[in-house]
């Protein structure tokens, strides 16, 4: 069962091999095509490569298969050295990463009751929902969710009740979970999810092998002991067939469907279109930089047949004697030439038009209209888009499992899954405040929208702030009808004393 368990789809990246081998034909009509013939050849990526590509360490320009040092040979001492190159790498993936990021998950996530009509009591539910979104800390686990889709490829939230309370936990590839997925062939519903990580020792030895399995009903975990005997046991299990792991907990998870919320990105990290561009950008200025060394120092050109130099103790030049037809001189720095600047220019470009990342540009006449800043990051704004709909079965997902666990901590699990919320990401995009505010306030004003709705759309209030508004403008009415009862009263006694 483990075995057919742990199998995922591979992440992989397509190659050229094969471009354009189809046969040359004069009949169109007659000619005939079968994709059997022409088969993908792909290169296959593990998500640990995602995390070396992630961080500048683990590029491949400090590779020494990829870059090799450099071999030159000592005419004095007679024998081969080895001299480290020059290399350079940048955390282009980080910025990608994090634009991204801001862009997908600036905005908290939007929730709307879709009932035709709403009453008082399914706005209270609706009320304690999201509070209760907030303090369970939704926000924060879609956003890490969501950054691990954008470095490893895939993530998952699972749900959990413990002591009758609702929790969630983040998986990643990052944090040393691989995830193994299993999805209905008909209905494409998930129908199983399996967890793997290990425990390791302060040596890196792996210890402990554990797999956590979700099904629609139950949460099972099963152990596989890497050490000693019972190590020894497992492997000996392992080659007659048996897999080695031993079920030690099986429990129901309390919800009524597998409850995972899983996501993953078939291109695998965010920046994967762009990878190729990195890698040769950081090859030119590597070369570049290897280049300049050359020339960091002043080199001395002595020109002449009588030339003499005398050095110090240290080694130092002390002093130069020569003929009145010699000459010395400095050797010009030579200067990049203009190819290899486009080079340059070019491929940084491509980076970030590749993974749709803006550099931000300098700004010379103070605070930017609306529109203006839009253009200026619309490459970023529509990759938010495509992401919005991405995620958008994550979070309806997200949305279920929570109204459950929640509903079931509150003791009011009815009326939580009788709730009609809809629920949905919206991009993040930089803006003019006052503008945003200007605009809300026309809206209002000319009833194209409602006081509640543009309370909530400004982004400066609560959860309640229409309850509270309307709170605040009760005790207004009873304090002017205080008043003209007040007012009234004493034109009474005035009249009476008259």
Not at 47 to 72: C, M, T, V, W
Not at 78 to 102: D, N
Not at 241 to 266: M, N, S
């Amino acid at each position: 069962m483990i075995a057919e368990i742990l199998t995922k789809k591979p992440f992989a990246r397509v190659t050229p091999e094969g471009y354009l081998q189809g046969r040359i034909t004069s009949d169109l009509r007659n000619a005939s095509f079968t994709n059997n013939s022409d088969r993908l050849t792909w290169q296959l990526i593990s998500q640990a490569d995602f995390i070396r590509e992630f961080y500048p360490s683990g590029h491949k320009i400090n590779s020494e298969l990829f870059y090799p040092d450099r071999l030159k040979y000592d005419e004095e001492k007679k024998r081969f050295f080895r001299e480290k190159v020059f290399r350079a790498s940048f955390p282009f993936q980080m910025i990608i990463t994090i634009q991204q990021l801001v862009h997908l998950c600036g905005n908290d996530i939007h929730h709307e009751l879709t009932d035709t009509k709403v009453d008082e009591s399914s706005r209270e539910i609706f009320l304690e929902f999201q509070k209760g979104w907030l303090d369970k800390n939704m926000e924060i686990a879609f956003y890490e969710y969501a950054k691990s889709v954008k470095i490893t490829g895939d993530a998952a939230i699972v749900f959990y009740m413990n002591e009758g309370k609702v929790f969630t936990k983040n998986l990643s590839y990052f944090d040393g979970d691989t995830l193994y997925p299993h999805y209905d062939s008909i209905t494409g519903q998930m129908t199983l999810f399996a967890r793997r990580y290990s425990d390791y020792d302060e040596e890196g030895k792996e210890l402990i092998s554990w797999v956590e399995v979700w099904d629609n009903k139950k949460m099972y975990r099963y152990r596989q002991d890497k050490r000693g005997i019972v190590g020894a046991i497992n492997k000996v299990k392992q080659y007659f067939g048996i897999e080695g792991y031993t079920l030690v907990e099986e429990r129901d998870h309390g919800f009524a469907e597998c409850p995972v919320v899983y996501y993953r990105d078939k291109h695998g990290a965010c920046w994967s279109f762009s990878q190729d561009n990195i890698d040769k950008y950081e090859l030119a200025i590597s070369h570049l930089c290897q280049n300049n060394m050359a020339y960091a120092f002043p080199i001395m050109l002595l020109k002449g047949e009588d030339v003499e130099i005398q050095g110090d103790m240290y080694g130092a030049v002390k002093a130069i004697t020569m003929g009145k037809d010699d000459d010395a001189g400095f050797m010009n720095r030579p200067e990049a030439s203009q190819s290899f600047e486009l080079q340059i220019n070019t491929l940084l470009k491509m980076i970030f038009m590749g993974s749709f990342v803006v550099m931000p540009p300098e700004v010379k006449s103070g605070d930017l209209p609306g529109v203006a800043i839009k253009l200026i990051y619309s490459p970023s704004l529509e990759k938010a888009m495509i992401d919005c709909k991405e995620f958008d079965e994550s979070i309806d997902k997200m949305k279920r499992l929570f109204l459950h666990g929640y509903g079931t901590e509150k003791g009011q699990l009815t009326k939580f899954l009788n709730l009609k919320i809809f629920s949905w990401a919206v991009p993040y995009v930089h803006q003019n405040a006052a503008e945003l505010v200007s605009n809300l306030v026309q809206l209002v004003g000319a009833g194209i929208l409602s006081k509640e709705t543009g309370s909530e759309e400004s982004g400066y209030g609560k959860n309640n702030e229409w309850d509270r508004i309307m709170r605040e403008y009760k005790e207004q009415q009873q304090a002017d009808l205080l008043y003209q009862l007040k007012i009234k009263k004493n034109e009474s006694k005035e009249g009476n004393a008259k």
